[in-house]
């Protein structure tokens, strides 16, 4: 299968600073990327919908300032955390869709946010 | 919301058939249905995925019933590593995100 990539797979930062995660389709052309965050012991929740050159579509519920999304390329799109706080703690997945008719999504490793 | 349903937790004995049920009794014509599986810490991993005929791949088979409410994944020979949560999902495809449910949460017992 296709490879998605995330950095970094673990963070640890203080409440109010900002921490950027990024995602990469190692092998493959994303038009659209998607991003999701799971709580312990509960399933992946649909944060936003990220497309190359164009502004991310947020699910209801999610800030758009505080989860700030950018997908500057066909392969590489960036969440950003802003003035994060502990409850912004969470594991936080990418996925991918490739350009040439495939519909199956492709998931990153994740990323672990831990704030103190 | 999740459209569909299955059961909240399975055990299965190592190398014997694991067979997980759905339940999509809503699904329309043009959505597929996909299984994933989440190992504890791990991002999702694509399992496989059918429109209405049956599938099979190097790692499982899908069943889905001839009325398409719902379908089985199948595990041929479950070993310990396919201990995860396995979450069926119904999809038109194309560039819309999956909307996982709360899964199964398969035991492979040795």
């Known amino acids: 299968g296709a490879v998605v990539s995330q950095h970094p797979s673990r963070v640890i930062c203080k409440s109010g600073t900002s921490v950027k995660i990024e995602c990469r389709s190692l092998?493959?052309?994303?038009?659209?990327m998607f991003w999701y965050r799971q709580f312990p012991k509960k399933s992946l929740m649909l944060m936003a919908t990220?497309?190359?050159?164009?502004?991310?579509?947020?699910e209801q519920g999610v800030e758009k300032d505080k989860f700030l999304i950018n997908h500057a390329s066909l392969t590489l799109s960036t969440l950003t955390v802003t003035s994060a706080h502990p409850e912004d703690s969470s594991f936080y997945i990418c996925?991918?869709?490739?350009?040439?008719?495939?519909?199956?999504?492709?998931f990153g490793p994740g990323t672990r946010l831990t704030v103190t | 919301d999740a459209k569909t349903t299955q059961p909240t937790s399975m055990d299965c004995a190592e190398g014997r058939a694991a067979n997980l049920p759905c339940n999509h009794s809503t699904i329309s014509g043009n959505e597929y249905v996909y299984w994933y599986r989440q190992i504890h810490s791990q991002g999702p991993q694509y399992i496989i995925h059918g429109l209405k005929n049956n599938e099979t791949n190097e790692m499982a088979s899908l069943i889905i019933t001839e009325d398409r409410k719902s379908s089985t994944l199948i595990l041929p020979h479950a070993t310990l590593r396919d201990t995860a949560v396995y979450y069926c999902i119904v999809r038109v495809g194309g560039n819309t995100p999956l909307v996982f449910g709360k899964g199964t949460r398969l035991s492979v017992i040795a």
């Open positions: 092998d493959f052309q994303a038009t659209t």
């Open positions: 996925s991918a869709v490739g350009l040439a008719g495939r519909s199956e999504q492709y």
């Open positions: 990220s497309n190359e050159g164009s502004k991310a579509t947020y």
